[in-house]
Nanobody
Framework: HVQLVESGGGLVQPGGSLRLSCAAS????????MGWFRQSPGKQREGVAIIYTGTKSVYGETTYYPDSVKGRFTISRDNGKNTLNLEINSLNSEDTAVYYC????????WGQGTQVTVS
């Protein structure tokens, strides 16, 4: 079992930056996939950044970003601290959402989410 706790959300002005963190605990050594997802009111949850630390990736690379955030979002993983980070730059109103951290071979473990509001 893996426990995930997100932090770093808040209110930020358009054009600003934010760093989200996710502290992982428990049986994390099998969590080759970790990622960040977000959900806005009335919209489906979407993946915004995935990172894979194994030798193979179904995405063909170690990190994945959808086109909507590519170049603005950067995911990183600190295995020593069991922490997953997400750097977000050039924030706009479309980025307003609850951001969730996920982990596990099938991204089956989820945190409680952290609110990001751009206004």
């Amino acid at each position: 079992h893996v426990q995930l706790v997100e932090s770093g959300g808040g209110l930020v002005q358009p054009g600003g930056s934010l760093r989200l963190s996710c502290a992982a605990s428990g049986n994390t050594h099998n969590s080759n996939y970790m990622g960040w997802f977000r959900q806005s009111p009335g919209k489906q949850r979407e993946g915004v950044a995935i990172i894979y630390t194994g030798t193979k990736s179904v995405y063909g690379e170690t990190t994945y970003y959808p086109d909507s955030v590519k170049g603005r979002f950067t995911i990183s993983r600190d295995n020593g601290k069991n922490t997953l980070n997400l750097e977000i730059n050039s924030l706009n109103s479309e980025d307003t959402a609850v951001y969730y951290c996920a982990a596990g071979s099938d991204l089956g473990y989820w945190g409680q989410g952290t609110q990001v509001t751009v206004s």
